[in-house]
């Protein structure tokens, strides 16, 4: 185990020492108090707090002569051995180290020679879950029948690792990661110990880069020590680190709300001028824009993890600025090129082609409502999309390619355009009903039969046009699309709409379809037509229907009749399409194109 000078020196020699741990602390001095002390302990939590500390503490004060009230003396020679480490009696064990079981094995077999001087005898095993099987069956086997007067402390960073077997047979305690403030007050304690000025912002940015670790804040402490001299400020940390500033971070930010790209890049490039490392800064950001999203997503409880508490206010205002949608999209954004640069050579251009790309990120949250719109049918002239989107009758209406990717895209190979899939795919997850059709078409197979009839209903919100001379044709497509089954196939062979009052219309079939006649102007048939009309008209419409004596069969006479892959949407033109705002958003957005 790689200990720093000051982690060492100023290791916990008591348990009242043991910073942020003081429920376990207090736990077991109260049971080494009252006697209750157990065979084997299981101490677990993230690295560098405390754990292997508070093992010697508890090995101390079972074979401290001296020890009062559970606390041991740290004066007589089994405390100074012990806290030294090479006890006679507490043996440590490195399961990293010495996976073999051999050391196990040998465990066993003197577990039962009795301790040389002390009460105990105490095996303290380190990282314990990287034991192999073979050491684990052994150790079970001296936990099954411990020898009195022999104590287990297994630490351990990963306890889901560990057999059940070993679990059920250890008191554990969990030890929690440190907060921000403790590890604050602890460096400064070290610091005046030292006889070092330090400025609290840079005790602030030890001890956020420790992210809860003691020992790493430590150890960061000691280089800054070597480095800085009599006294550190916080350029000394930034430099150290290589990272950037707190102002840094928000002012780069606050160039990519404003979309403005060249100012992010200058900033950018002013940052690792000044001795930020190309990594380091895009870890920065990525927690910076975590945060963000924190805040968007409206968890105002949780700590910033990029940058100081006194930040917040500036990062509440960015999180609103950009809004959750956007704030997930540059988190993508940067994430995949952060994934991206490992071991090449053109990280920074990659770095930099994120940063450009969020800076144009368009503003999705707007983005989001209109597709809300959409889809609760407040904008009804955008029906093709939502329909293509559907995966419906794709091939009797314009198709909006591009808006109906989904993100299930085989990796592309070439890095470049899996760039471009990322930001997609982000914002295919900022604005979910342009994710694809295989979601409302697995729903529309499972509904069956009754799909058409619920979209009729429902969800289909049909082009609308007016009741008017000119029309009529239009209106009679309209509803042949959006009917299905036998009723669609018999509604085909209407020939003519025509309107005979304001709230009138009647449909003509020819004679020799009286049997179609017959079938639409069932209650239930006509009811249906009539409901597709007035959605289609806007306003309430009795539907009647007569025969065409004007002619035989429709195959002929209609312009507009429906046949298989030909467009019945007379109103939906492309160029409708293409001029809708809308579609022009998703067009900028997805880079898609309106295809016939
Ligand atoms: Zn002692």
């Not at 954004?333 to 450009?356: N, Q």
Request: proline share 5%; charged share 25%.
């Amino acid at each position: 185990m790689d200990y720093t000078v000051i982690a060492r020196r100023f290791r916990p020699q008591a348990f009242g020492e043991v910073v942020g741990q003081e429920m376990v602390a207090q736990a077991l001095r109260n049971a080494i108090a009252a006697g209750r002390v157990a065979h084997a302990y299981l101490f677990t939590g993230a690295r560098g707090v405390g754990k292997t500390s508070m093992a010697r503490i508890l090995a101390k004060s079972l074979n401290c002569p001296n020890a009062r009230n559970g606390d041991p003396c740290n004066q007589c020679d089994v405390c100074q051995s012990i806290s030294a480490g090479h006890d006679v009696d507490v043996l440590e064990i490195d399961g990293a180290s010495n996976r073999g079981i051999d050391d196990i094995r040998s465990l066993r077999s003197n577990v039962n020679v009795k301790s040389m001087r002390s009460r105990y005898k105490i095996y303290i095993i380190d990282e314990v879950h990287m034991l192999t099987k073979d050491a684990f069956n052994a150790l079970l086997k001296t936990l099954e029948e411990p020898p009195p007067n022999v104590k287990f402390v297994f630490c351990t960073t990963e306890a889901q690792k560990l057999p059940d077997t070993i679990l059920s047979r250890c008191q554990r305690f969990d030890f929690s990661t440190i907060e921000m403030a403790a590890i604050i007050e602890r460096l400064r304690q070290i610091a005046e110990a030292e006889g070092v000025k330090v400025e609290p912002a840079a005790l602030e940015l030890v001890a956020r880069r420790a992210a809860g670790s003691m020992r790493d804040s430590q150890s960061l402490f000691d280089q800054l020590l070597a480095f800085g001299g009599d006294s550190i400020a916080a350029t000394d940390v930034l430099r150290l680190l290589g990272i950037a500033s707190d102002d840094r971070l928000a002012d780069l930010t606050d160039a990519l709300v404003k979309r403005r790209r060249d100012k992010a890049l200058e900033l950018f490039d002013a940052a690792l001028n000044s001795g930020a490392q190309l990594g380091e800064f895009v870890d920065q950001l990525l927690a910076y824009f975590r945060d963000l999203m924190v805040l968007a997503a409206g968890a105002k409880e949780i700590g910033l993890m990029s940058v100081s508490e006194e930040q917040r206010g500036v990062l509440s205002q960015q999180a609103t600025a950009w809004g959750l949608q956007t704030c997930l999209a540059a988190l993508q954004i940067l994430a995949e090129a952060k994934a991206r640069m490992k071991g090449i050579s053109y990280g920074r251009a990659l770095a930099e082609l994120a940063l450009v790309r969020i800076s144009m990120l368009d503003d999705l949250e707007n983005l989001s409502e209109m597709i809300q719109q959409l889809r609760s049918g407040k904008l009804p002239a955008l029906f093709t999309v939502q329909a293509a989107a559907r995966g419906e009758s794709a091939s009797s209406v314009s198709r909006v390619e591009g808006a109906v990717s989904g993100p299930a895209k085989a990796p592309h190979p070439d890095p470049l355009p899996t760039e471009y899939r990322g930001e997609r795919e982000a914002s295919a997850a900022a604005a979910p009903s342009l994710s694809g059709p295989d979601e409302s078409q697995k729903k529309s197979d499972s509904e069956g039969s009754d799909r058409v009839i619920a979209a009729e209903s429902v969800s289909v919100p049909a082009p609308t046009f007016p009741l008017e001379p000119g029309f009529e044709m239009d209106i009679l497509a309209q509803v042949i699309s959006n009917l299905s089954d036998m009723t669609k196939s018999h509604a085909k062979n209407i020939t003519h709409l025509a309107i005979s009052g304001p709230n009138h219309v009647v449909f003509t079939i020819p004679r020799s379809y009286h049997l179609s006649k017959q079938y639409l102007e069932r209650p239930d048939q006509l009811g249906r037509l009539e409901k597709l009309v007035t959605r289609i008209v806007g306003r309430s419409v009795r539907v009647v229907l007569a025969v065409d004596e004007s002619i035989n069969a429709p195959s002929e006479a209609i312009p507009s009749a429906p046949k298989a892959g030909q467009s019945v949407e007379g109103g939906m033109r492309r160029l409708d399409l293409e001029h809708d705002p809308f579609v022009q958003k998703v067009i900028a957005v997805f880079g898609a194109k309106v295809i016939p």
